[in-house]
Every structure is written in structure tokens, then in C-alpha cells.
């Protein structure tokens, strides 16, 4: 009984790390879709760390959806030293030398009219991130001894006015997304990016996996607050952050999207978990061992709780419901959204993340989705936190 759990544990454990690895092959009808590197981008200092020209995968819309966007930033974590930006330069989180050449799209990015039933005809595009910043960097000189060149808003830019050339000035509907670190810029751009589309369109945004909770009066939060730092100084970043926070707070602050959500116009949508695994593994190390083990004692149960109360409470006001949307679910996962199993196979109260989102985004209801004990909720094959603390 005690080693079944315990194995059961483990395996769960191995699931969410090859999940977090991005490895997860799930979903049917995928196509792959090749990568397109944009070299024109390269005069306007729009580059990688590595100072090679941005990239992204596009897969053309078609019939009603030919005049509709989904523009989806990858995630990865942030450089925010030299060393750590010199270690990115050898893989596709610093240039796109090597991001692979073709990609598979799945969830919202899924080309099935059944995975995917509002998305799957409109123009869609995974950017690589190369920048290290979450798309916020603006340094002008190239370091003399690195050659690093921190310049991720530059590349946010010159990727629109790309999408724009390419017939995104004509869109109808679009959606600015990501997931963990490119839900970051999801948000912080959210504003610049309805501003370059036409009046007329429906824009909105949506960030999946990217509301890092900020504990003032925890320690544990020390890395986060360390990456922020070091993050702004390195990629000057704080320009590009919304100036309704930078103007009353400390910059390195305001990347965390529960002090800057408040000055964004356009409508946003927020998928999470309220026990993101990132988040919970760098907020208490430890704590899988911990849960997985069986070890779920009254303190580790407090702790939680705790931490729940606290995500739950610097969610954006749930007052606005039409220009601020929320599915908020308990499963121990990541980022949900490109993959088949979270974007149609998750639900809370019976609803799909799909289905949450996509009646949100088209004013259909305006429910804002938060799961709470005995109400039911799916997280399809992975664990929620009762299945080891009540
Ligand atoms: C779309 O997905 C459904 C459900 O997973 C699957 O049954 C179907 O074969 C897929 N369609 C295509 C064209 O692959
Ligand atoms: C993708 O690239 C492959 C290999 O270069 C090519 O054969 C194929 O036609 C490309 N697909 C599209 C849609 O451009
Ligand atoms: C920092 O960014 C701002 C604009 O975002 C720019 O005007 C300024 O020159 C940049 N500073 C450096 C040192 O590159
Ligand atoms: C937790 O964090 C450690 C240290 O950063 C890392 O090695 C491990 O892969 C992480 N595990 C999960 C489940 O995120
Ligand atoms: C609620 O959000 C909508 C859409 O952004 C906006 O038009 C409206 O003014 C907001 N209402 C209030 C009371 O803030
Ligand atoms: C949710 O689904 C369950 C199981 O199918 C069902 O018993 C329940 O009535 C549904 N609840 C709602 C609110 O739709």
C-alpha cells in the first residue's frame, strides 16, 4: 500500500518533469510547421542574445479565421547575469541557431477544428525566446566581451511590424499569449500591442502559467526577487515595463503581474494553477519530496493553504469580469494552454480551459473560473494537490 503510493508518487513526479521539459507528445492531427527566421529584423538591432535574427513558426489562417491572430510567445525561465546569457547562446534561448526547424502545434495553437473549434483556421505563430527577458530588453551597445546584445523589446517590435506587413493591419480578432516567462510579455505588451492594431479589431490578451506571485514577507520568494533585479539592470528593461507601476513602485517589482495588471487597458486572460509547479518548487524547495513522499503533514498543509490564500488574493479584482478573465485551476502543473490535455482535457466547474477562454474572448459569458474544494474539477491524467494534501 505504502510502496504503491510512493511509486505512484515517483511516477507522477517523472510526468511533470518530461511535462516541464516540454516533451509531452499529446494530442492527434498535428501538422508540423517550419521555422521562419526573420532575417530583416537584424537592422533594426532586433536580435538575440547571440546577436542572430529572431525566429518564430507561422501557420497561415484560412476562411473565416484568414483575418485573425494568435501571436504565442515560448517561455524559459530569464538570464539575468552574463554567465547565465553566454550559456543561452548555445541553445534556442539565445539563438535561433538552434531552434529547431519545424514544431508541432497543439491546444490553442492545434490546427483540429476538434481540439481547437475557435482557433484552429486563424493565422498562428509560436515566437522563439532568445532574448532572456521576457521580451523587455533594450541595450544599445553590444558588450565588447560577450558580444551580447540584450534587445528582446526590439524583437517584440520588429515581430509585429512583421505580422502587420504579413496582413495582421487587416485583423479582425487577435490575441497576444504565452506561456510562463512569454506570458510575461503577453501582459506587459499587452497595451503596445493593441495600440498597432486597427481601432476596429477585437484585441486581447491572454498569459498561461506567468502570474509569479510576489510574498512580501517571505524569503522564499528571494529568487524571484533576484532574477528581477539582475533582469532590469542587465536588459534595461524598465522602459518597457507599464509605467503605471514603475512610476510608484521599485522596478523589479513590476514584473510581477499582481503589481502591474491594474494599468492595463485591454482585456487579459489569466490561466493558472494556484499550485504552479514552478512556482512552488522554487517558493519551497523540497516540497515535491515532501508530497510526493506521502508526507502531508499539518505544517506542510498550513504552508499551502497559505500560499493559496495569498495567489487568490493578488488576482486581478474579480469585479471586471469582461476586461479581466480567469480560469484558475489546482492541478500540479505548469503551463497549460499548447497542450492538448490542458487546453481541452483540463476543466473547473465542468468547463474546459477552451471553452472558458474562447466565451470570454468573444463576450460570450464572462466567467471567471477559480477552483475550490468539493466543486469538480479535471486534471485529466495529472495530479492535483488532493491527491496528496486535503
Ligand atoms: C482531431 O482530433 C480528434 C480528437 O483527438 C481526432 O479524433 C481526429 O482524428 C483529429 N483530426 C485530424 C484531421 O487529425
Ligand atoms: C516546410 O519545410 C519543408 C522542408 O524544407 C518543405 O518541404 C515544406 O514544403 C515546408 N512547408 C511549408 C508549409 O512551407
Ligand atoms: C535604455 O532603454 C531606453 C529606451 O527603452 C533607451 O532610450 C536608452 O538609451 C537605453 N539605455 C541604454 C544604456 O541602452
Ligand atoms: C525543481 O527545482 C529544481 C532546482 O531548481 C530543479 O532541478 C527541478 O527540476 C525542479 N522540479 C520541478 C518539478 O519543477
Ligand atoms: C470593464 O472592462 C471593460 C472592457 O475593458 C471596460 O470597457 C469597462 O469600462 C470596464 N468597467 C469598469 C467598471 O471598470
Ligand atoms: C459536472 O459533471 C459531473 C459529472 O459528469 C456532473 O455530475 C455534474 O452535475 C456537473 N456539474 C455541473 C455544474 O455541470
Known sequence: MEITKILQGLCLVIFCLIM????????EGETMVNLTILESAVSKGAVCLDGTPPAYYYEKGHGEGANNWIIYFRGGEWCYNVIDCVARTTTEKGSSKYAPKQRSFYGIL????????????????MVIYCDGSSFTGDVELVDPITKL??????????????????????????????????????????????????????????????????????KEMAFMDTVNEG???????????????????NPSLCLFPQYFQEGIKTPFFIVNSMFDTFQINKTFPGYYENLFSNTCSTSLVKTLQDFKQDFINALPKQSNSSSRGMFIDSCLIHSQITSGVGW?????????????????YFDRSHEQLIDKPDLPLNCYNFPSITNFCP
Open 110 to 125: 492545434s490546427n483540429n477544428k476538434t481540439i481547437n473549434p475557435d482557433f484552429y483556421n486563424w493565422n498562428r505563430v
Open 231 to 249: 533582469l532590469i539592470k542587465l536588459h534595461n528593461s524598465t522602459n518597457m515595463l507599464p509605467s503605471s507601476c514603475t512610476s510608484k513602485m
Open 344 to 360: 481541452n482535457g483540463f476543466s473547473v466547474y465542468n468547463k474546459t480551459i477552451a471553452k472558458a477562454f474562447s466565451d470570454w
Open 149 to 218: 546584445h540584450f534587445r528582446g523589446a526590439r524583437i517584440f517590435l520588429a515581430l509585429i511590424e512583421n505580422f502587420l506587413e504579413k496582413g495582421m493591419k487587416n485583423a479582425k480578432n487577435a490575441i497576444l499569449s504565452g506561456g510562463s516567462a512569454g506570458g510575461l510579455p503577453a501582459l506587459i505588451h499587452c497595451d503596445r500591442f493593441k495600440a498597432l492594431l486597427p481601432n476596429s479589431a477585437r484585441v486581447k490578451c491572454l498569459a498561461d502559467g506567468s502570474y509569479f506571485l510576489h510574498r512580501e514577507q517571505m
Open 20 to 27: 516541464l521539459n516540454d516533451k509531452v507528445v499529446i494530442g
